[in-house]
């Protein structure tokens, strides 16, 4: 059940997060003309930047943040470690882990 979960979520994460980022690169072209007509104070090159800065990316990092969060909770459901010095590898001693496909290293173990 939490391996059904966990890939619904990072499903909606993956297009959440692809449409978040086109939503972000969207804007290239409409800057590029406001910077083309400019215009001076009030105008329209400068509406136009404003609009985009006040309106527009508001919505684009809030759509960002939510597909973050998803995939947070998607991780912690599939029982992933990512904010944790266990998924690097490393004991609660300090000491980093050897890989399973990793033969130890004779001279990284007399650092250690």
């Known amino acids: 059940m939490r391996q059904k ?3 619904v979520l990072q499903k909606i994460y993956g297009i959440t997060l692809t449409i978040s980022f086109f939503a972000g690169l969207l804007p290239l072209i409409p800057f590029i003309v406001a910077l083309v007509i400019g215009g001076g104070a009030e105008g329209t090159g400068e509406t136009i930047a404003n609009w985009l800065y ?3 990316y508001p919505w684009v ?4 943040s939510i597909a973050i969060l998803i995939g947070l ?3 912690y459901v599939g029982g992933k ?3 944790s010095t266990k998924s ?3 004991d609660k001693n300090g000491k980093v882990k050897a890989k399973a496909d990793e033969k130890p290293d004779e001279k990284n173990e007399d650092k250690n």
């Open 5 to 7: 979960i966990e890939k």
């Open 54 to 56: 006040k309106e527009y």
């Open 61 to 64: 990092i809030a759509l960002a």
């Open 73 to 75: 909770v998607a991780m």
């Open 81 to 83: 470690e990512a904010f």
């Open 88 to 90: 690097f590898g490393i």
